[in-house]
């Protein structure tokens, strides 16, 4: 049973600041004219509940508990008739009407007008603690206004809130409500209270190690970072240790090196490349310290604990865009201090027994391998040198001929055509973790190997593309992505193959990438769902039978046209998360949400 502290003394005495500092429209709202109560929650067992890690995120508003009380207290003074702070919510009486947006960038938090609040509203609004960023100590002198009830209060006392606030197409600000009272006791009791709260929320974290790579997409990853993020991070009082890059690989390397066990999260300022870097050392320290050989093709490999937090300063931003829904800077800035944890898939892509890299968004062969490999002799061009290139690459219309076998990921619960993206607190993802972990069990057991027992698929063919994506893989040019229905943990990757057809139907497909139709709607298009595959070229197969071997008796043969299977055609290369892979023949397999980012996925637009 939750203690209730009535506030006594305060019956219509805390006021609201002036117009200029309320903010949070249907987050948060200032107290005014009624007397707050707060309810004081038992220390919770498991601090989580603020914010659960894993692909929920924190719990949505109704498991917090909070709702404005009305009308059910016992009377007087300490009746809860008014905005409350309650376990997991502060709750106040009606949202602030009218509209100012701020300032871009946290100097200057968005700030709305607003106009006096009437006691007896029966609307409310409220903001998950889990979701407010710091409280601290208003001094009353350091700004006058003219207006504000709050001057008529003999020796005010005040406090600030400092919380998220919602603003379109899925990005968050930082936004900020300011209470004042008369009475210290009272604002002291506040201050206290939630600061406890917040200090029991220990998914947050405390001390970030962040690389910035100065180079990366624009250029502008330092003056991002100490514009929009760094001001965040201190007012979250979150200390930091940075490293400016000056070479490749160099976040990669560090992390190989130093000990990561004082660090609550690893931070990259810059694009998917960046990301791309701190990924695989992150892995590849956490197999090292495992004693897991990554160069084995079956091996099961470790979860790493450390999150990983991405600050996008890119060109495409991949990575944010299919897990944040956005690629703004200050939206992950917030999701990184409030402690969001998202786990996503990882493929690791290997060759004749070596492992070559790891995958999280895109494996592309064939037109986008092409486009990747032309783009790097052009980087003199700047960011331009993509359209370039993709134009270059789309009119030589050239095509390929392999063998594709994959094996189907039938502990799935959803397919890359049902129209179900992947959203916050996915139950694809859930449903479909806990189906690969009873398989992992029974093979563990002895009772059955899932993999040796199911039946590979190959198909083979001219192809002018093939690609596989862990995401969605979306970004400004293309919303959808390249798999609009693609999911992040549910362990297993689509499979895209776009076969030979003419170049205006590979226009016509490549511009549904753009727009709501669905791209897999063509018969040159065929898309599976799965958990490991092979590829192997065509004038490679002899050299390469030992991947060729892949295929045994068990193999179901896709075949469209045999004769098609006898003609070579030069080889591509792999585009891997925009770097270039030059070994054709590749194996590739899903590892089930095997890392962890400061997200909590794309959240469902109200």
Same mark, same amino acid.
């Given at each position: 049973?939750?203690?209730?502290?009535?506030?006594?003394?305060?019956?219509?005495?805390?006021?609201?600041?002036?117009?200029?500092?309320?903010?949070?429209?249907?987050?948060?709202?200032?107290?005014?004219?009624?007397?707050?109560?707060?309810?004081?929650?038992?220390?919770?067992?498991?601090?989580?509940?603020?914010?659960?890690?894993?692909?929920?995120?924190?719990?949505?508003?109704?498991? &917090?508990?909070? &709702?404005?009380?009305?009308?059910?207290? &016992?009377?007087?003074?300490?009746?809860?008739?008014?905005?409350?702070?309650?376990?997991?919510?502060?709750?106040?009486?009606?949202?602030?009407?009218?509209?100012?947006?701020?300032?871009?960038?946290?100097?200057?938090?968005?700030?709305?007008?607003?106009?006096?609040?009437?006691?007896?509203?029966?609307?409310?609004?409220?903001?998950?603690?889990?979701?407010?960023?710091?409280?601290?100590?208003?001094?009353?002198?350091?700004?006058?206004?003219?207006?504000?009830?709050?001057?008529?209060?003999?020796?005010?006392?005040?406090?600030?809130?400092?919380?998220?606030?919602?603003?379109?197409?899925?990005?968050?600000?930082?936004?900020?409500?300011?209470?004042?009272?008369?009475?210290?006791?009272?604002?002291?009791?506040?201050?206290?209270?939630?600061?406890?709260?917040?200090?029991?929320?220990?998914?947050?974290?405390?001390?970030?190690?962040?690389?910035?790579?100065?180079?990366?997409?624009?250029?502008?990853?330092?003056?991002?970072?100490?514009?929009?993020?760094?001001?965040?991070?201190?007012?979250?009082?979150?200390?930091?240790?940075?490293?400016? &890059?000056?070479?490749?690989?160099?976040?990669?390397?560090?992390?190989?090196?130093?000990?990561?066990?004082?660090?609550?999260?690893?931070?990259?300022?810059?694009?998917?490349?960046?990301?791309?870097?701190?990924?695989?050392?992150?892995?590849?320290?956490?197999?090292?310290?495992?004693?897991?050989?990554?160069?084995?093709?079956?091996?099961?490999?470790?979860?790493?604990?450390?999150?990983?937090?991405?600050?996008?300063?890119?060109?495409?931003?991949?990575?944010?865009?299919?897990?944040?829904?956005?690629?703004?800077?200050?939206?992950?800035?917030?999701?990184?201090?409030?402690?969001?944890?998202?786990?996503?898939?990882?493929?690791?892509?290997?060759?004749?027994?070596?492992?070559?890299?790891?995958?999280?968004?895109?494996?592309?062969?064939?037109?986008?391998?092409?486009?990747?490999?032309?783009?790097?002799?052009?980087?003199?061009?700047?960011?331009?040198?993509?359209?370039?290139?993709?134009?270059?690459?789309?009119?030589?219309?050239?095509?390929?001929?392999?063998?594709?076998?994959?094996?189907?990921?039938?502990?799935?619960?959803?397919?890359?055509?049902?129209?179900?993206?992947?959203?916050?607190?996915?139950?694809?993802?859930?449903?479909?973790?806990?189906?690969?972990?009873?398989?992992?069990?029974?093979?563990?057991?002895?009772?059955?190997?899932?993999?040796?027992?199911?039946?590979?698929?190959?198909?083979?063919?001219?192809?002018?593309?093939?690609?596989?994506?862990?995401?969605?893989?979306?970004?400004?040019?293309?919303?959808?992505?390249?798999?609009?229905?693609?999911?992040?943990?549910?362990?297993?990757?689509?499979?895209?193959?776009?076969?030979?057809?003419?170049?205006?139907?590979?226009?016509?497909?490549?511009?549904?990438?753009?727009?709501?139709?669905?791209?897999?709607?063509?018969?040159?298009?065929?898309?599976?769902?799965?958990?490991?595959?092979?590829?192997?070229?065509?004038?490679?197969?002899?050299?390469?039978?030992?991947?060729?071997?892949?295929?045994?008796?068990?193999?179901?043969?896709?075949?469209?046209?045999?004769?098609?299977?006898?003609?070579?055609?030069?080889?591509?290369?792999?585009?891997?998360?925009?770097?270039?892979?030059?070994?054709?023949?590749?194996?590739?397999?899903?590892?089930?949400?095997?890392?962890?980012?400061?997200?909590?996925?794309?959240?469902?637009?109200?």
């Amino acid at each position: 049973m939750p203690k209730v502290t009535s506030l006594m003394g305060a019956h219509r005495q805390f006021q609201s600041l002036p117009p200029p500092t309320h903010d949070l429209s249907g987050s948060i709202s200032a107290l005014l004219g009624t007397q707050p109560v707060i309810t004081t929650p038992p220390r919770p067992a498991q601090p989580e509940r603020f914010g659960q890690p894993g692909l929920g995120g924190p719990g949505k508003e109704e498991e &917090t508990w909070g &709702t404005e009380r009305r009308g059910q207290g &016992t009377g007087g003074a300490g009746d809860p008739r008014c905005g409350a702070l309650v376990p997991g919510v502060l709750s106040t009486p009606r949202p602030l009407a009218g509209n100012r947006p701020g300032a871009e960038g946290p100097d200057t938090p968005g700030t709305e007008m607003t106009k006096p609040l009437e006691a007896g509203s029966t609307d409310a609004c409220s903001v998950p603690v889990s979701e407010i960023i710091a409280v601290e100590e208003r001094d009353v002198h350091e700004k006058q206004s003219s207006s504000g009830r709050w001057q008529k209060m003999e020796n005010p006392f005040a406090f600030t809130v400092h919380c998220v606030k919602r603003a379109s197409h899925h990005r968050w600000k930082w936004a900020q409500v300011t209470f004042w009272s008369s009475d210290e006791q009272l604002c002291h009791l506040w201050l206290q209270t939630l600061r406890e709260l917040l200090e029991s929320l220990t998914s947050r974290p405390k001390h970030l190690l962040v690389f910035i790579n100065p180079f990366g997409g624009k250029g502008q990853g330092k003056r991002i970072y100490e514009k929009k993020v760094a001001p965040l991070f201190s007012l979250a009082s979150i200390t930091t240790e940075i490293i400016i &890059t000056e070479h490749a690989n160099q976040a990669k390397e560090t992390l190989y090196e130093i000990n990561t066990d004082s660090y609550d999260g690893i931070v990259c300022v810059g694009g998917d490349g960046m990301f791309s870097e701190v990924l695989h050392g992150v892995i590849g320290r956490t197999q090292q310290s495992a004693g897991i050989d990554p160069n084995h093709p079956r091996a099961v490999l470790v979860p790493s604990t450390l999150r990983i937090g991405i600050i996008p300063a890119g060109s495409t931003d991949c990575i944010c865009y299919s897990t944040v829904g956005t690629n703004d800077a200050e939206t992950s800035a917030l999701h990184i201090i409030v402690g969001d944890s998202l786990a996503i898939d990882v493929s690791s892509v290997h060759h004749n027994s070596t492992l070559l890299r790891y995958s999280v968004s895109l494996l592309g062969y064939g037109f986008y391998g092409d486009l990747i490999k032309d783009s790097e002799k052009k980087r003199w061009m700047g960011l331009i040198r993509y359209d370039f290139s993709g134009l270059k690459t789309f009119l030589s219309h050239q095509y390929y001929e392999g063998t594709v076998s994959f094996l189907p990921a039938q502990h799935t619960v959803g397919s890359p055509r049902d129209k179900k993206p992947c959203r916050a607190g996915c139950f694809v993802c859930r449903q479909s973790k806990q189906q690969l972990e009873e398989e992992q069990k029974k093979a563990l057991y002895g009772l059955e190997n899932a993999e040796d027992m199911e039946e590979w698929q190959v198909v083979c063919g001219k192809f002018l593309a093939i690609n596989a994506t862990n995401m969605s893989c979306a970004c400004p040019r293309s919303p959808g992505g390249l798999s609009p229905a693609a999911h992040l943990g549910d362990g297993s990757s689509d499979l895209i193959l776009i076969r030979k057809c003419s170049r205006f139907n590979f226009l016509r497909f490549l511009v549904r990438h753009t727009n709501q139709d669905d791209q897999f709607d063509f018969t040159f298009v065929e898309v599976y769902r799965v958990k490991k595959f092979q590829f192997i070229s065509k004038h490679v197969e002899d050299e390469d039978s030992d991947l060729k071997e892949c295929g045994k008796q068990g193999f179901g043969q896709i075949c469209s046209d045999s004769s098609s299977c006898n003609y070579l055609a030069s080889r591509s290369s792999w585009n891997c998360d925009g770097e270039i892979l030059h070994s054709s023949a590749i194996e590739v397999r899903v590892h089930c949400q095997l890392v962890r980012l400061f997200a909590r996925g794309i959240e469902e637009v109200s």
